[in-house]
Every structure is written in structure tokens, then in C-alpha cells.
């Protein structure tokens, strides 16, 4: 079975009539083509992010763990975890990186 993550990366929310920021991206901000992060043979990372990059959407086909940080970060699995056909964002630090790895 495939274990990938899909990772888009937006600079900005979207906002309501009103102009308030709600929980959405704004896919006008988002940053170029869709990530994958390939963690069928264990850890795998991607990144660094984009500078302008200030929250993440991930969707991730198979159960997971994952961790952001640094160029050496890589996820364990006692790290947050994701079931299968999951999505979540996540507000991120520009130039950081995501590690992700199968979890049960």
C-alpha cells in the first residue's frame, strides 16, 4: 500500500464578507505544486518550506506520524499522528521542514 503525504502550502487565510479571517486558506495564496512526502521505506522529509509560507494543508493516504523542524528533523512514531484519509493544517515557521513516517 502507498504511504504518501500530499503538503500544499499557503501564505494566506481566507477572510469572510466582513474581512474576517476564517479557518480556510485563501487558494489564491497557495504556493506552488502540491508536495509529496514518500515514507514507505521509513522517514522521509521534505522542505524547506517556501519564505512566504505560513501554514501547511496535509493529506496524508495511510496512518502516519509527523514532525516539523529543522533540515535534520525526522518523525518518529511517538510523534502526532494521522489516520488514513486524513487532512489537517498547520501554522508553520517559513524555511522549516516535515519529516513523516508509518505509524499503526
Known sequence: MAAKMYVSQFSKQAVDREGRPIAAP???????????????????????FNDEARFVRMHTDSICSFKFGGSSVAATTGEDRMIAGQTEFAGIEPGSYLSAITNT
Open 26 to 48: 485563501d487558494w489564491s495564496s497557495k504556493i506552488g505544486d502540491t508536495l509529496v512526502i514518500d515514507y514507505n521505506a521509513g522517514a522521509a522529509r521534505i522542505g524547506p
